[in-house]
């Protein structure tokens, strides 16, 4: 798969589906697996995000998670959450029902009316439906300086984190790379992260840390989730660089990295968010099903 691509334009065909597996799902992981799901620790809450394996239907991912010993897909709207329950699983970040842009975000006071608005619709639905995370995202600087980007982010958003604190759920918003993948949006590092989560000052908005694109912009990983973790609500992998699989191919050290977040006693969700690259569609879930094993510690 081209390396650029990214979720923005795989977004776009999440619900397309996949018309062209050679066998059902099942089969394939019947194949790999023994028909056995993996054997975890439970020390780390396993997830996968959805647009990353989208040549599956998401039924299909369904199967795919349950025979892997998934609990959890990230990054589905509610119009979705029906299908995840007729499997038995949850979805471990929401999307809200609106529009989805990573570049027109909560740093600019003329999208408010529109986020609120779809915030204030979803909150309640994830709380209704038993799940705890919803995602925001700070959109693209267009020349904005930081200062002015965390005052009206902070202002916007605590139009809504009374009814996120008022239904348990947590809001998160995602920190990007601005070198590779996400050119000029202005989330792109932890120390802004931070100061807004200090700003809104709510235990209920935190940072989803996304390891893969806070190793490109920031690296120091391990060290920045020792100091930081109690801003760090969820987390999301890729192999760098590249954006594939957790393998011996890249830079990080998976297995250090999970050891690290569980010795902070995180409760949350890790979601494999790296694109597949095998050849065929039993080679990506293999390459899942190596991940999880990878940062199953």
């Keep these: 798969m081209n390396n650029k691509q990214t979720r923005r334009e795989l977004l776009k065909k999440a619900a397309v589906g996949s018309m062209a597996m050679a066998m059902p799902a099942a089969e394939i992981l019947a194949s790999i697996t023994n028909d056995q799901p993996l054997s975890l620790k439970g020390n780390i809450k396993h997830s996968v995000c959805s647009w ?104 916007g958003i605590k139009k809504i984190i009374g009814l996120a604190e008022k239904n348990n759920v947590i809001v998160q918003i995602e920190v990007f790379n601005s070198k590779v993948d996400h050119k000029d949006y202005m989330a792109d590092n932890t120390p802004w992260a931070i100061e807004l989560c200090k700003r809104i000052g709510s235990p209920n908005f935190k940072i989803l840390y996304d390891i893969y694109h806070m190793q490109i912009n920031e690296g120091d990983v391990i060290r920045t989730i020792q100091q930081n973790h109690e801003y760090f609500g969820h987390y999301h992998t890729a192999g760098v660089p590249g954006r594939h699989e957790i393998d011996e191919t890249q830079e990080l050290y998976y297995p250090a990295i999970m050891e690290a977040i569980v010795k902070t006693g995180h409760q949350g969700y890790v979601a494999q968010e790296f694109i597949p690259t095998g050849a065929d569609d039993k080679a990506k879930i293999k390459a899942l099903k190596k991940a999880i094993k990878t940062c199953d510690v």
């Design 52 to 155: 990353t394996y989208n040549f599956l239907s998401l039924d299909d991912l369904c199967v795919v998670a349950k025979k892997l010993g998934l609990k959890a897909i990230d990054l589905l709207a509610p119009k979705d959450w029906p299908t995840i329950q007729k499997h038995g699983l949850v979805c471990s970040m929401c999307y809200t029902n609106g529009k989805i842009s990573l570049t027109e975000g909560w740093n600019r006071k003329e999208y408010h009316p529109e986020l609120i608005h779809n915030m204030t619709e979803a909150i309640p639905l994830v709380a209704q439906a038993g799940y705890k995370n919803i995602i925001c995202f700070s959109g693209n600087k267009n020349g904005m300086d930081d200062e002015t980007g965390l005052k009206n982010m902070t202002e």
